[in-house]
């Protein structure tokens, strides 16, 4: 892993877990929240995974195995797109950018050697080559493009710049979402992934030193992120997640595409029936001043029709907290990952470090999402009008 140049900056501290290697914050990360969210700083990102995929086929060999259209991706163009399994499972998730010659691929520090094998894989007789590009370039993130242009340009090998601009914020003609529109936090994430040489890194960190550019740590990014649902490979897929459960059908899969793997269970779910779980925003309790880690349980009790004095109620395990961040307006936030049949508007309940941490939901994909194709019942065989 490279020693980046920003863990040297005034104030640098070290974050731990997913994201170890880059700073998790500078000395304060409200204020530094504030700051990305307004367009005046940058993130450094540069553990992230960057594969190169080259060759007259790359798009439409990409286009055959990810959920996304890659066909009429331009030079310039970003889009992102998962890798599923035979049931529709998430494997790899990866954020892409074309320049007319090579499609980059954008993902986390853990999956890039899982994704270039399974891509090498796939490779067949056709003419593309995957390469591991983490040691040339890295990544640098903000909420706006003038943040990047003070910082370093971009990365152009073929003359054109690799920005990725995240589709979240936009509705993408082709795709789904479960979660109503009215006071949906997508459009309050602008976040721009630009890829850059890695030698580059010190001259960002030298924008920052010389007041050109203010910085930020992957904490505040975090936050911003939760606030905004955005759900991330790394922290909320586990090994039986499907898209339609984290509402990632509006950003990373074309439904008007086919014969890829997992398609099927794509469509079924979408068409006639309902994701077996759900992601929620959780506002926490902050009176103790807990906040909740990834993989903390999620609790439900359940109410009795006649409850009986003296007992308590049952408590019943839910789901679990995928992800968690101080927020600067929100406070202390949550993403979670619950059953489907979890009512609504249940009260929760989390358990971290031995306490129970009060916790009202917000839908991100409702309790009652229903399928997209109202199928009728047909009459039983034998039976009589």
């Known amino acids: 892993m490279h020693a980046s140049p920003f863990l040297s900056l005034p104030g640098a501290v070290a974050v731990e877990g997913i994201d170890e290697g880059v700073a998790g914050h500078y000395g304060n990360p409200i204020v530094e929240q504030r700051r990305l969210e307004r367009g005046e700083a940058i993130v450094d990102l540069s553990t992230r995974g960057i594969v190169a995929v080259a060759g007259p086929d790359r798009l439409s060999w990409l286009h055959s195995m990810a959920s996304q259209s890659f066909a009429g991706l331009r030079p310039g163009d970003s889009a992102e797109a998962l890798f599923l399994d035979a049931s529709g499972h998430i494997e790899h998730v990866v954020h892409a950018v074309d320049d007319g010659e090579t499609t980059w691929l954008v993902c986390e520090r853990a999956d890039a050697a899982p994704l270039s094998a399974f891509l090498d894989r796939m490779r067949f007789m056709l003419r593309v080559e995957v390469a591991d590009r983490g040691d040339e370039f890295a990544v640098i993130a903000a909420m706006s493009t003038a943040a990047l242009d003070a910082a370093a340009p971009a990365a152009s090998p073929s003359g054109v710049a690799l920005d990725w601009v995240d589709p979240w914020s936009e509705r993408i003609p082709g795709t789904h979402r479960y979660a109503a529109d009215a006071g949906h936090p997508a459009s309050e994430w602008r976040a721009i992934e630009r890829i850059v040489p890695r030698s580059s890194l010190a001259e960002a960190a030298d924008a920052v030193r010389s007041g050109r550019i203010g910085v930020a740590g992957s904490l505040a990014l975090e936050a911003l992120r939760v ?26 899969v074309d439904l008007g595409k086919g014969c890829y793997k997992g398609q099927e269970t794509v469509a079924k779910v979408l068409n006639l029936g309902r994701p077996p779980r759900r992601l929620v925003l959780l506002h926490l309790d902050g009176s103790d001043t807990v906040l909740p880690e990834t993989g903390d349980e999620v609790i439900g009790e359940k109410v009795r029709p006649e409850p009986v004095e003296g007992q308590a109620p049952e408590r019943r395990v839910v789901g679990r907290i995928t992800s968690s961040a101080m927020h600067h307006e929100l406070g202390p936030i949550a993403l979670a990952v619950v059953k489907r049949a979890v009512p609504g508007d249940l009260p929760l309940i989390v358990e971290s470090h031995e306490t129970d941490v009060a916790a009202a939901q917000v839908e991100i994909v409702p309790a009652d999402a229903r399928a997209a194709v109202d199928v009728p019942r ?8």
């Open 227 to 252: 606030a905004a649902w955005r759900p991330r490979l790394a922290t909320e897929v586990d090994e039986k997640s499907l898209p339609h459960e984290l509402d990632w059908l509006q950003s990373a």
């Open 378 to 385: 047909l009459p039983r065989l034998g039976a009589r009008p």
